[in-house]
């Protein structure tokens, strides 16, 4: 039998998988899906909690030190940045250190890393009901995902951006969890449906 992969999972509310059972977050379903393609993967440990920005993530990694060397590592932080309204250079820099980290974690191996965009919580009833202005959140998500990119691309690591999907349908009660804000295994599985080929691709050779 072939080894399990190791997978490390960094993020925040959308990895964590607020409000969805654990077996819907998307990177178990991932790592499953993987698993069905042939590839290995075990079951993800997850670092990840509601409301994380990336400082805090960063905090927590500290504290679960020693993490060890991971052969696949996945990224996903930021929504809490833009909401709390962080400037954009803070973003970029304490990004820059954890993708830093999570290209150190997958052995030094920038092609094991996956980062994916910043979904767009303003097309949720939630942002409505805060009287936030859907456009200026976008354009916020837009600008931290544009220099997340450029980040990735420096580094050599692959980006996947699923904020198109999260604003197609991204309203509509069949995409979201009971608090109207995050998003739901049906949301959550378009989001795999994105990243499984580009995943599959970096993990072939294992």
């Given at each position: 039998m072939s080894r399990r992969l190791a997978y490390l999972a960094?993020?925040?509310s959308y990895t964590i998988g607020e409000g969805v059972d654990g077996t819907d977050r998307w990177p178990m379903q991932?790592?499953?899906?993987?698993?069905?393609?042939g590839?290995?993967?075990a079951e993800p440990r997850i670092i990840a909690q509601t409301g994380w920005t990336t400082d805090a993530l960063a905090a927590a990694m500290d504290a679960?030190?020693?993490l060890g060397e991971w052969n696949f590592v996945s990224l996903l932080i930021g929504v809490n940045n833009q909401y709390?309204?962080?400037a954009l250079v803070n973003y970029i820099d304490e990004f820059t250190g954890l993708l830093q980290r999570a290209i150190a974690l997958a052995g030094g191996h920038a092609e094991r890393v996956l980062v994916l965009s910043i979904p767009d919580w303003g097309v949720t009833p939630f942002a409505r009901q805060e009287l936030r202005s859907p456009r200026r959140i976008a354009q916020e998500i837009d600008t931290y995902n544009a220099a997340a990119q450029t980040v990735c691309a420096t580094?050599?690591?692959a980006f996947v951006d699923i904020t198109g999907i999260s604003r197609d349908a991204g309203n509509t009660l069949q995409?979201?969890?009971e608090d109207r804000l995050h998003p739901s295994l049906a949301q959550y599985t378009r989001w795999v449906d994105a990243v499984l080929p580009v995943a599959k691709g970096l993990l072939a050779a294992s």
């Open positions: 960094l993020g925040d991932l790592a499953a899906r993987l698993h069905a393609a590839i290995p993967v679960a030190e020693p709390r309204g962080r580094h050599n690591v995409m979201l969890v």
